[in-house]
């Protein structure tokens, strides 16, 4: 029963992923964008930095369509390739036109929808065209269903999606009025720690954000999940309280953290730990109260989530406010986890003691415990797909010459490029000549002769490319199976 229910509520975590993924997929390729438009608002609008009445007309169109328009292209090319993209962008000018708001989320529905659609007819006439006439229907399939979506969307999604907007944002606004937005973080935290960090940031509070912004000029919902002060705070706690590997790599991971944004780096030192979550949260909540007590917020999506992106799109006169609510979130954060480490009954392991002894556990059959099977690296399996660090293939990589090995994450410009600049560096000392890229993990090329992702995206990144060697690791900065990786190509 109970491993049923773990089952149960693991496969109920991935669908959750997979769709966050999706959302977020819409989103982050397109942050320089959004980055664009926050730097033009923060700069530009009577109330900015440096006003200016007519490159302040940039605002509007940029946020009422460019971002959406975006968004739907990106979200139909995610379905269907480039003609996914474009009956996308199509259909998000319905929801656009057909409404008065900002329509994130409206372009992250009909985007997806409008290039499956177009999949599904190309599908049904796929080797019936006589030859010729092929780019006759390609063209006029996509456009006349892409006007027929568009008019859809203008007159029914839109004003829909509108109504829900509007009613998700009065609710935010009841909550920061009674006081309970901080609330919040006692939910968001967790969900970070389980990797669907991007899927709330940009999936579920960025859309809210934005239409706020674009009527006052700033939102807190910017601040919720990309906050780097609970995650600093737990850090500089391992450099105080830890030990072994992992009080060795916290400066590290730090340093990544506050100032290049990629959150996804503390996540291990929680999941070897789980008590810490609970410092996260105290964290979160206390960074959140202090935003809205001081009436902090930024006028654009802080991504990456560091504090050069915090300074960067705060709006003029509100630094010191946003810059207090990060370090009302350190300090609580790291005072919580510096107490929980000094006083637990057991000691946090060490990242690779902790992997050595699951790899023990499992060679005797034993399950191992919930610190180490939280960080252990899942280790070569006869024939287990779920554990596999080295997924079986049709022609083995070491067996054959290697080329290309592909780093890949979400969205292929956090955690996966910092571990491909790791293991470039020691390929590189090592003298070992092999290309080392990073991508989305819904673009990993076809020719990559290995895979390397977080251990929660394996199974992911086997099905985009089932013919690479995958391997699956916890910790992008620090992993064992780099030296290894470095060791067989040197040989």
Known sequence: MDTAHQSSSQGMRVRIQRFGRLLSGMVMPNIGAFIAWGLITALFIPTGWFPNEQLAKLVGPMVNYLLPVLIGYTGGKMIHDTRGGVIGAVTTMGVIVGTDIPMFMGAMIVGPISAWI???????????????????????????????LALG???????????????????????????????????IEPAKVLFLNNAINHGVLGPIALEESSRIGKSILFMLESNPGPGLGILLAYMLAGRGSAKQSAPGAAIIHFLGGIHEIYFPYILMNPRLILAAIAGGVTGTFTFTIFGAGLVATASPGSI??????????????????VLTATVVSFVVAALLLKTGKNKEEDLEEAAAKMREMKSAGSTPAPAAAAVAEAV????????????????????????KIVFSCDAGMGSSAMGASVLRKKLKAAGVDVAVTNTAISEIPKD??????HQSLTDRARGQNPNAEHISIENFLKSPKYDELVERLKK
């Open 118 to 148: 177009l999949k599904q007819f190309d599908k049904s006439v796929e080797g019936k065209i006589k030859s010729g006439f092929e780019m006759l229907v390609n063209n006029f399939s996509l456009g006349i269903i892409g006007a027929i």
């Open 153 to 187: 969307s203008f007159l029914g999604i839109g004003p829909i999606v509108e109504v829900i907007s509007k009613a998700l944002a009065a609710g935010v606004e009841g909550l920061l009025h009674a006081g309970l937005l901080p609330l919040a973080n006692v939910i």
């Open 308 to 325: 050069f992106a915090y300074i960067a799109m705060a709006p003029k006169g509100g630094l010191l406010p946003v810059l207090s609510g």
């Open 380 to 403: 070569p399996s006869s024939r287990t797909e779920n554990t596999a660090v080295y997924a079986e293939t049709s022609s083995p990589a070491e067996h054959r010459d290697i080329k």
């Open 448 to 453: 990559a002769d290995i895979v390397v992702t």
